[in-house]
């Protein structure tokens, strides 16, 4: 559960497992067998260096059942930031509903598969 924890993260934070394994300072091909569950018991310090990268507490990396990361709030910032920038305003954001609902609807299609 670990190695598909792992590897749901990091794609939804659009991570190569090249990048998160350099950024960690592990090898690709050490971060390969836990993600396909080939090592099932990897160090502390390991998963400690793949959560900072991740951005994520270490409990959600090593949770039974996987859990919603937590979403920086940096990450929230850089939204916020990115949407002003277009031009919405907080005040209009609720128009934005039918397309978010869309989206969520289209990642629960995607999920079933």
């Keep these: 559960m670990i190695g598909k924890n792992i590897y749901e993260i990091r794609k939804k934070k659009g991570l190569t ?4 394994a350099e950024q960690a ?3 690709k091909s050490y971060l390969s067998n836990i993600e396909r ?9 390991v998963m400690g260096k793949i959560s900072k990268v991740l951005g994520v507490d270490l409990k959600n990396l090593l949770a039974n059942k996987p859990e919603n990361p937590i979403i920086p709030e940096s990450d929230w910032l850089d939204l ?12 209009k954001l609720h128009e934005y509903r039918s397309v978010f609902e869309f989206i969520k609807w289209q990642n629960n299609e995607h999920k079933r598969e």
């Design 80 to 91: 916020v930031k990115e949407l002003k920038e277009s031009g919405i305003e907080i005040e």
């Design 37 to 45: 569950e080939i090592n099932h018991n990897p160090s502390i310090q």
């Design 17 to 20: 497992l090249t990048e998160l």
């Design 25 to 27: 300072n592990i090898s």
